[in-house]
């Protein structure tokens, strides 16, 4: 061992010796493609050394060396080349694409695969499409990029509003259909910041998500943040800045065209007292609405030597929205340190965190606020444009001659206070260790934890909401904490022509949510906020809650490679969770996948056209882990009762023991061809797939009451959904000559949706309109059916008076200028049973179109995104025709008079009371230039003068055109509906329009700068 | 060596994790392990209790739907639900039933979780069962009622433990329902409390007052005078006696302080969540009262002769109904209620037991009143030994029993202080069932009581005939002496079947 060290010393005199004696100096260079296309951030390393740097944007490098190094240089894609470096001063190095994209590696769920080799259906999004544009989650820069996959934000523009995945439709009914994040192997991680992330790779069949198992159901997303490369220091600064406006208006009546459509309604409805008109004529639209703007700025620092490599990053993001008062700010960090500690052991560590804090604005409401109206938008639409914002008292107006009585939009905008913060913390480690040559260890252990606090104030400057009371303010804090712990043997081994790789492993995660409320009434200043509550007059019950769950598993998948022509992919994984029923505590979810590589079979091996070809077809089963923690265990309720006279709580048997409950299984089926034409420019891939989710949850009546439970419903595993559809890729190189380039990505995908089977196949019902409409139903769920068509009365036109047109009623007491409806069942009068289906939100098909294109130092993004084919049911039309409203000039000038009869739009003041028809209903398709930007990266030369390595300047617009029939605000809609928050998506309560808050136009200016 | 070390390391990572999946909620009302002391069976009795007082028990749906039933109070609405339990044309959806049906069996199974919870609660008898007492009364209070009303009941005594087998069983005759009553207040009597803090709370006399009634509905006379005298005999130790006023028992704010309650209903003086709470005293009111923050709904309403046939001299009449009434202001008597200009406004006095006084606590219509409605009271107890004596041929106890009852109806009281009066006399020959039925309907009149007399003694071709109260009720037929269950639940248990002529 001495003897050992000893001439270690020696050796690293004697090398540092040789180091002095030679003499170094500057190489340079240029490293391009085939194509003589320069690439940019080529790693050159000095092997055996920390030595390196990576090529600037013109592609050039330039390094100390001395003759007789070895330089690695090394691109994604691409072929590493080693080259000794003689006597020369430049080295121009052509890198060969590697079978060019084809030999992209790709994340699997516990390891990777080379793209090539993928047997399941997988999307890629890579990080430059991820940063086309900024966008304050990630999850929205997915949207039409990646076939099959549906991004939305949950309420339009509005900033830190919860962003909406689903990955090939609706897969439940009353379970959560968003997809499973993991970032970096963490399981249901938070989605890091967008320029922190190398790809993104979405799982979609069955074979590539079945190793997630009883989560796997919704589709996968795995994250891949940035980690650092061994050579020199790489400081990179992005900073954007955005202006953002309102896409849209409505085009409402002014205050006089007011007093005269009031007027007109009297007149109908026989009232000769004319409306009593106010002094103002206020745009309240105009009053609510700003110019946002949006700032991002990010700096990273990566780099390492040959053992250690890092990452680390800190990121600003701030929103002022279009909504007066709304806004999201952002702070994240993230590190990435891997370190190859010796030649059999790794380590890493992964740390990420986060405050967010949001100002917002109620823009939805679900309508229960039956006093005040907190929704900004809809106010906006629907108050009187008569009304100042302040009466002669200084008091905010209220809405108190018609319509419901609500506190003016400007004042709820302006003075209530909505704070909600939110901090993220995640710390994930690793460490892998080669055991034999093919045989290594993972064990990763992560924590993370979610901290969200939310305060809400009313003051009493709020007229009807808060002024009774003295002001109202609460406060809820949750806690989320997960735990998790994977553990994971990888083998490889070559057999003949086949190569074996072996996966098997045991997990471990609990996650543990609390949560805590409070609330008062009457504060002796508005100044307090929500911030002292212990001086409230009236105190409201303070809630807390806890609910923990466990889920551990264990997972194989086998992959195997004969030939490289044929493979097979077999996964299995077998849940255990604490949240499952008693009798149903583990589930088994297998998957097989195969593929043939056509293309290296002998007679198309040489095929000059084709260069690649592949077959894939998988079947497996995953779940959707859609019950909650103690939802299967029996339970009490508890009810206010008396006992001597004091109210005391009393418990009464709530639901019984559902031991029998199972997750929501989808059998799910993939066949897929990628084609590869003439050395990969071309590229297609298509996918069709299958899937049928069984045992859907749902709540059944069927328990007979003299089981004596409060909650009459039981649930049982008894729905059953089919969605099937196509997903086509194409990614076309169209020109490659000399310094211009021109790509093209496309993608389409058509998914078609259908309930299978429901409790006794009975229709079922719901409400999406705000509660105050008094509807009980505005969708159907019908076997044979998509999910959540729009359930009404067909319109049919304007009664003319007289006889009534064949088959049509009016509602009861119609006269001339009244709606017509279908008498469904010819009973001579509109009822109930002439509901009917009048629509389907559901589209056809969405897309992408992207088109690069880069000529020298300048490129170009053009990227459009659009859905074909889905209903919109307008409720926000419902409610600003229904006449205790502002209303659009829209319908003011076409609503039937007996001098305009010629017209679709029934007169004012009909008696139609808020029917949900099909005179509501509109094609909500829409083509939308979801992005364009031009970047232009500054000359080498100049660049370097300022001792620089890159600067990188682009502007960008977003939203800018949208093609599109609908008459509304925005075709990409998403009010949540009477039982709904802005927090959860429901599967149900589709293509409803009211008070969204609208998308926006952005004009955005960016810098890159790399030192 | 080297390795050996981070092996162990790894090691130490991957341990984390093995559990056994079982599911331990905190915070959560869960029966596992709910039931460690007697305040814990006192949280499900009172959860019982409260079932009672629900709209959809007493607070409306079930009071009135007996109401209706009687021929002392009539229809004053067009309701089908309401015209279906009036005019006997019941169907198996009828809207009450399908409301009392399910809450009364939320009763028992709070009262079913309260025995079965009181097992794993690991105190003395002596200190336990006394609490465990009051379950086992209020189930046989629930269980009373539903056999007066559908005979024979899915009959359950334990929480549901297996529901696909719950789910499939058979009716229980409604003999066999009496003697788990029976056994149910035989063992309440056993271990009840010679007096509680409140009325509301059962104590021996209630449970020994309720076997009373039950055995002289099921004509178990001896039995039942035997029951009836024990509390006649101790009611200074159950401190109980007839109240002097007979208004005090029907005034919210005196109610508490009177010795003739022996079980009443403990009404919540808030308008609780789901319906927990009265709305009697709107549904008997009268339309434009000036009282009661918009007066009454005006749905039950006795018919004129009610009014007519009832001996002026009575105080109990004067207590029991309203003559006369501010409407808009404008003092009316009943010939004029219709002033109030609402299509169902009747010119008869009004039920006047619910909306006098009904407390401080009562919100609009007189609803969500305090006044804790007594289920039975002293006054009956002496009415049940009266009316067994005679079955029995002891005259000289039934006519005791049944004068002082009218004696307390002679004696005028409080209410536009009126004088003793002569008017009704003393019963002095021998007194006959029909004499203890009559005055049975004058003294516990609108309390829910005469449905079920008319149902034990059979007497419904009389008091529906054209000569009733009521005139005809031509749809009448013996059938009506039970109610449908609800249809639904026959559905949802194929096994259940449907009482005769529904």
Redesign the interface.
Known sequence: MILRTKLMLVGLLFLNISLFAQDTRVLTGTVSDADDFTLIGVNILVTGTSRGTSTDFDGNYELEVSTGDVLQFSYTGYVSQTITVGNQTELNVTLAGDAAVLEEVVVVGYGSRKKSDITGAVSSVKSEELNAFPVLDAAQALQGRAAGVVVQSNNGGEPGAPINIKIRGNTSISANSSPLIVVDGFVGATMPQANDIASMEVLKDASATAIYGSRGSNGVILVTTKKGKSGRLSIELNSTYATQNTANELDLLNADEFADYQNQIRANNGISTPYPQGPADTDWQDLIYQSGNTQNHQLSLSGGSDKVNFYASGNFFDQQGIVVNSGFERATFLSNIDAQVNDKFKLGLNLFGSRGTKDGVTTQSDGSVTVGGDDVISLAMRFAPDKPVQDEDGNFTTNDVIGDEVDNPFAVATQRVDETVTDNFRANVYANYDILKNLSFKTTFGLSSENVSRGVYQPSSLQITASAVGGRASVVNTKRTSVLSENYLTYTKEIGKGALTLLGGYSYQKNKNEAFAAAGTGFLSDAFSYYALSTATGLLQPASSLSETEIQSQFGRLNYDYDNRYLVTATVRRDGASNFAANNKYAVFPSAALGWKISNEDFLIDNETISSLKLRVSYGVTGNPSISPYQSLARFASLYASRNGQTVFAITPDQPANPDLKWESSYQTNIGVDLGLIDNRVNLSVDYYNIDTKDLILGNNGIPEYFGFQNDEILTNLGEINNRGFEISLNTKNIVKGDFRWSTDFNLSANKNEVAALINDADLFGNAAPSYFSHDRSYVLRVGEEVGLFWGYEYSGVYQGGDLPAGTQTLTGGVAGDPLFVDTDGNGEITEADRTIIGNPNPDFTFGFTNNFTYKNFDLNIFFQGAQGGDIFNMTNVQLNNGDANTTRDYFNNAWTPTNTDTDQPRVGNNSNREISSRFVEDGSYIRLKNIALGYNLPTATVEKLGIGGIRLSVSAQNLLTITDYSGLDPEVNYFGASGDNNTSSNTVQGFDFGNYPTVKSFNFSLNVQF | M??LK??I??VG??M????D????????????G?FKSTDDIQ?????????A?NEKFWGRKLSIALMLRSDMVDLASNETRRVENNEFTTLASNGMISEF??KT??????A??AIAGAENVDVAEELKNPVTAQAYFIRAFYYFHLVRLFGD??Y?DA??AD?AA??SISKTPAAEVYQNIISDLEYAKTWLPNTQ??R??PAKSAASSYLALVHLTMGNYDQAFAEAKEVIDNAATYDLALEPDFQVLFDANQI?GSKEPIFAL?????E???N?YDQIAPMTGIRGDDRNSGGGWSVAVPTLEVYTTWPAGDYRRAVSLDEEVSIGGTQVSFTNFDISGHQFAKNNPYIAKYTRFPGPFARGNARAT?HNYSMIRYAEVLLIAAEAAVELNDNASATNYINQVRARARSGGSWNDTEPSAVPADITGTVTVDDVLEERRYELAFECKRWYDIVRRRIGDEVFSASGLEGEKEFFTADDYLLPL?AD?LE??PNLTQNPGY
Not at chain 2, 16 to 19: D, K, Q
Not at chain 2, 21 to 32: I, K, S, W
């Open positions: 080297q390795n981070y092996l390391l790894l990572f991957a984390v994790g093995c559990s999946l079982v599911e331990e909620p905190v915070g959560l009302l869960a029966p596992d709910f949280t499900a009795v009172d959860g019982s209790f409260t079932h007082i049906w399910p069996y939320q009763g028992i199974a709070a079913n979780q009941v899915p359950i929480p549901i529901a719950a789910a803090s409140s509301a709370i508490d403990d009404y919540n003086n808030v609780a969540p789901n927990a305090s609800p639940e949802r248990n």
